[in-house]
Structures are given as structure tokens and as C-alpha cells.
């Protein structure tokens, strides 16, 4: 479990198809702070790391991928798809006594978002998204939404669109500051509107 707060910004090293595909990432942590068998939210995505070790300023970790997560995700779509140096959303798992600074984040992708149009607000940044058709429902204003792992408050939404406001500090902190027309961002919808979704659909059965 997450918060959706980005704790650090990695870079893909290295990416092996192997069966699985096994990326390897550098990020700031301490090496000995990264356990093996730990989860961490990689671009939103719930990984486990099955190999860690030290690196200029800070500590390398392996994780493996499989084909379904693949398929589900953009690490494999897109402009933005995972490639060496391509910089990541992190998060290690929250523990008990943790601030819960964001919303409750599972890491399990829904589907993907587009960003259909970016337009900047003063210092801030307003970013609209399309949302897969059967996840539009999901997304209200004033909720919450995790997009690239990152904890976000929708702004407003019309249809399948949804618009997003991003400060200099989430833009300085994630790799937010680098959105582009056309990017796909890994969307995990709230909780709470899954949940309030499906008992709707029981008590209408």
C-alpha cells in the first residue's frame, strides 16, 4: 500500500527480456534502507525488488515486470515507455506510523490516460487527461486519482476528460514537469469510488 506521495525520482538503468522483463533502477534511497522482497510503486506500479545494491548517490534495485503488467501499463507504451534513462515516479510502501499525505494507492494500474491538452496557470501547470471509457465513471471532481504513482486532486471533469492542476513543487518533485500532448500516465482510480461504484451496481441487480 502507497500514499501516492513521490518520495524519489529514479532512472532505468538497464531493461532485460527475460521471460518477465527485469528493469533495473538507480535511485537516492540508502541501498541498506531497500529490502529484498520489499515493494515499491515504480511510475505507480507495485514491484518487487528482487535484487538491490549500492550506486553513486544512492543504491541501485532490480524488479521483474511480467507480460500482464506490461500489457496494463505504459512501460511498454508510448513515448513515454520505459527505456535506459528514462526518469520514474518512487515510493516505497507505506509503513504503520506513516503520514498518509496522499489517498490509499494499491499500485494496481487500471488502465492508461492520455493527456490530451497542457496548459500553464501562472507558476502552475493545468493538464487534462482522457480517461478510458470504462473508468470515467470512477473519476469526480475534488476526488482523487494516481496517475505515474502520483497522488492528485481532480480539478474538474467533463465526459471522459479530466483536468488536473500540477504546482512548481509536484512538478519539481515527480517527472510531472515533463508532461507532453500525447503522454500515456498509468491511472489508478480511488478506492473508495471503486467501492461506492460496485455497491451501486449490487443494490440495481
Known amino acids: ?61 532490480d524488479v521483474d515486470v511480467s507480460a500482464e503488467t506490461v500489457s496494463r501499463t505504459k512501460v511498454r507504451t508510448g513515448r513515454t515507455a520505459w527505456a535506459p534513462g528514462r526518469r520514474v515516479n518512487l515510493e516505497r510502501a507505506l509503513r504503520v506510523g506513516d503520514e498518509l499525505g496522499g489517498h490509499i494507492v494499491s499500485g494496481h494500474v487500471d488502465g492508461l490516460a492520455e493527456v490530451v491538452a497542457v496548459t500553464p496557470e501562472g507558476d502552475s501547470t493545468r493538464v487534462t487527461f482522457h480517461a478510458p471509457e470504462p473508468l470515467a465513471r470512477f473519476v469526480a471532481p475534488k476526488g482523487s486519482v494516481a496517475l505515474n504513482g502520483a497522488s492528485l486532486t481532480v480539478n474538474e471533469v467533463a465526459g471522459r476528460a479530466f483536468g488536473v492542476n500540477f504546482i512548481p513543487h509536484t512538478k519539481a518533485q515527480t517527472t510531472w514537469g515533463d508532461a507532453q500532448v500525447g503522454d500515456l500516465a498509468n491511472l489508478e482510480i480511488d478506492t473508495l469510488a471503486r467501492y461506492v461504484a460496485r455497491l451501486g451496481d449490487y443494490d440495481a441487480a
Open 1 to 61: 500500500m502507497f500514499t501516492g506521495i513521490v518520495t524519489d525520482v529514479g532512472r532505468i538503468e538497464r531493461l532485460e527480456d527475460r521471460g518477465d522483463l527485469r528493469a533495473r533502477i538507480l535511485c537516492g534511497y540508502a541501498p541498506e534502507t531497500i529490502a529484498l522482497g520489499a515493494s515499491m510503486s515504480c511510475d505507480g506500479v507495485c514491484l518487487t525488488v528482487v535484487d538491490r545494491g549500492p550506486a553513486a548517490g544512492g543504491a541501485w534495485f
